[in-house]
């Protein structure tokens, strides 16, 4: 049997974090939910509590998003910098370009709008008292899995609208945080305001990237995202096309 790729590998590892982290928060939740008193105003600065320890993780992987070095991250979130970009071609006419930005920029926005409409309906239950901080954070940790488990076995989001192949060529992978983090912008608090405003940060630098330079994202333009030079097999596939 051929031995799986070290970055699927990382990510089944981190997937297993994940699950932990999950039934950690779970626990928690029931065992000692006065810990979940951080996540209001300014208690942050007032009592250590666990949930530092997992602010602190988010950070970090919010972070090393902006850091240009793979092995830890795979392609799909790192074709954002030039130095991952082998052109097809010396000179590339962004012209070529308007098609794929144009499609691109619909399946994003029709994400957008369906999140959006996800998110809506948490902030309903949150008005009405239904939900408070602590299943606001118990929601985003269940995003926080879901995001793996879409990058190692299904990905609606690739199957229902983007159509794109695989991770490497998502148009979306660095909204992640934004996504998983959503959930906290009721949350009226230090905790949720630092790490949601991270995740702004994050998007928005991929988003500025995408319109500066599209060809980076574009498979027919950007040779290392095509198939046959792909090294992170994070598809599970281990063939080489």
């Excluded at 790729?5 to 974090?17: D, I, S």
């Excluded at 970090?60 to 392609?75: C, E, R, S």
Aim: glycine share 4%; proline share 4%; hydrophobic share 55%.
């Amino acid at each position: 049997m051929m031995k799986l790729p070290q970055l699927r590998r990382l990510y089944q590892a981190r997937l297993v974090f994940r699950l932990c982290v999950l039934f950690l928060t779970i626990m928690m939740y029931f065992a000692y939910p006065q810990s979940f008193d951080v996540l209001i105003g300014f208690n942050f600065f007032h009592k250590f509590s666990w949930l530092h320890l997992l602010w602190l993780v988010w950070v970090i992987d919010m972070i090393v998003q902006l850091i240009p070095a793979k092995g830890y991250l795979p392609l799909g979130s790192l074709k954002q910098f030039k130095m991952f970009y082998r052109p097809v071609k010396e000179l590339i006419d962004k012209k070529e370009l308007i098609p794929f930005f144009k499609k691109s920029e619909w399946e994003s926005l029709k994400v957008l709008g369906a999140w959006a409409m996800l998110v809506a309906g948490i902030g309903v239950l949150w008005a009405a008292n239904i939900l408070k901080e602590k299943e606001l954070l118990l929601i985003s940790v269940v995003f926080y899995v879901c995001d793996l488990l879409c990058v190692l076995l299904w990905c609606p989001f690739r199957v229902w609208i983007m159509k794109n192949r695989c991770c490497t060529t998502c148009r979306i992978f660095n909204w992640d945080h934004l996504m998983m983090f959503s959930p906290m912008l009721f949350i009226r608090g230090v905790y949720s305001i630092s790490i949601f405003a991270i995740a702004v940060v994050v998007f928005l630098i991929w988003e500025g990237c995408f319109i500066l330079h599209p060809e980076r994202f574009c498979e027919e333009t950007n040779a290392a995202l095509q198939c046959r030079n792909c090294t992170d097999k994070l598809c599970g596939s281990l063939t080489r096309g």
